[in-house]
């Protein structure tokens, strides 16, 4: 089973930036659609972007959109979300998981990590 790896989270003020990233252990993610979920407290599990497995094609909710950049090395067997102009509402857990595309909406197939932090406060 495909288990993927969180990293890059942390503390930032509003209008910061951060580059979270997700690494496969055991398998490789290359044939994997992947994408970003986050989970803020209180509230549901949310898509917030997707990446086709040859980076070619992405997807991003309303919320993020203009403001974080899904991309991915295949060769490095890691996929990023680059996160700019981050707001107080972007705080939340940040997980990485195989992704699809529904209407409207990104949803996440599989298991889950353990998720990376990322607060934004000043």
């Known amino acids: 089973q495909l288990q993927l790896v969180e990293s890059g989270g942390g503390l930032v003020q509003p209008g910061g930036s951060l580059r979270l990233s997700c690494a496969a252990s055991?398998?490789?993610?290359?044939?994997?659609?992947i994408g970003w979920f986050r989970q803020a407290p209180g509230k549901e599990r949310e898509g917030v972007s997707c990446i086709s497995t040859t980076g070619g094609s992405t997807n991003y909710a309303d919320s993020v959109k203009g403001r974080f950049t899904i991309s991915r090395d295949n060769a490095k067997d890691t996929v990023y979300l680059q996160m700019n102009s981050l707001k107080p509402e972007d705080t939340a857990v940040y997980y990485c998981?195989?992704?699809?595309?529904?209407?409207?909406?990104?949803?996440?197939?599989?298991?889950w990590g353990q998720g990376t932090q990322v607060t934004v406060s000043s």
């Open positions: 998981a195989v992704c699809v595309l529904g209407p409207g909406t990104i949803r996440a197939i599989g298991s």
């Open positions: 055991r398998f490789t993610l290359a044939v994997y659609r």
